[in-house]
């Protein structure tokens, strides 16, 4: 099976040709692809060595998969295309997931949906990703109502931009600012940039799309924030739902979640952080505990390596079901 990288170079490109090696995805030709300064670079794949190529050439050599992930114009203008080529692609990018007529996919809650006809499938905001896996195997126990979300993101959501501006700082040399302001002993409560209704597109990215994959009745608002961490977003998550929950309960259904790691043991101060979710694909689940100003409502932590379940895991999760089920 041939499968391209588009965007191969980028942190995110470069972590989906990680994640495919690792999990062994059954790849017959790698097709790294990048933009035409990057075009015959060289990428080590299981041992061997790879050219990147253009788009053109990349659709000329009939991958069964291209993963995109290399911002939403450049999927705007190439997904159509490669899928005219009856290619699947499967998009990291913002460009398709509020499209109606495309479905936007949580390998571990709405894969079962897809088809063969599906021939541009959207992979959420990595910020969403975590929070839902978490979330929706409670939702189907006791139906949430409402979602207050405030995140604490990783630079590397940013891109090699932003790494550098974080590491510059550090060592107190000027660079290129990924930011309007220093990132390093600092926060910035702002990620994309504001809509009319005063919210950022992140923000509203997780309340759109949150509704889009579990469901159009959840109210959810969320507040956004840049800190200098590498290794994955966290969340404070504060879940109302319609029916009463037991808080053992709570803790049996994570444990047995699907692609959840519950670490919820402040005794011994076990909890979730970014460094140690890096590099791994689970969503750690911790602060469990009851919201005493209201009834029938749960906090808890959320965290997990953005680069990884956040964006080129779960797109190497919908290929893999993909191939699995034979639907390409």
Known sequence: ????????????????IQVLEERNF??????????ERSVGKEISYKGKIFKVVSMQTAIDMKPAIALFSAGGSTSLEWAPKFAAAGITVIDNSSAWRMDATKKLVVSEINASLLSAADKIIA??????????????PLHKKYKIQRIVVSTYQSVTGTGVKAVDQLMNERKGIKGEMAYPYPIDLNVIPQIDVFTDNGYTKEEMKMVNETKKIMDH?????????????????????NVEFENEFEMEEVRNILQN????LLVDDVKNLKYPMPMDARDKDDVFVGRLRRDETQAKTLNMWIVSDNLRKGAATNAIQIAEYLAEKKLI
């Not at 990595?126 to 979330?135: D, F």
């Not at 969320?222 to 590498?230: K, L, N, S």
């Not at 979640?257 to 959840?260: D, F, Q, S």
């Open 1 to 16: 099976m041939k499968v391209a990288v588009v965007g191969a170079t980028g942190l995110v490109g470069t972590k989906m």
């Open 26 to 35: 059954p790849i017959t030709e790698l097709i790294p692809v990048a933009s």
């Open 123 to 136: 992979n959420p905001n990595c910020s969403t990703i975590q929070m839902v896996v978490a979330l929706n």
């Open 217 to 237: 009745n959840i109210r959810v608002t969320a507040t956004t924030v840049r800190i200098p961490v590498m290794g994955g977003h966290s969340e404070s998550v």
């Open 257 to 260: 979640a699907p692609g959840v």
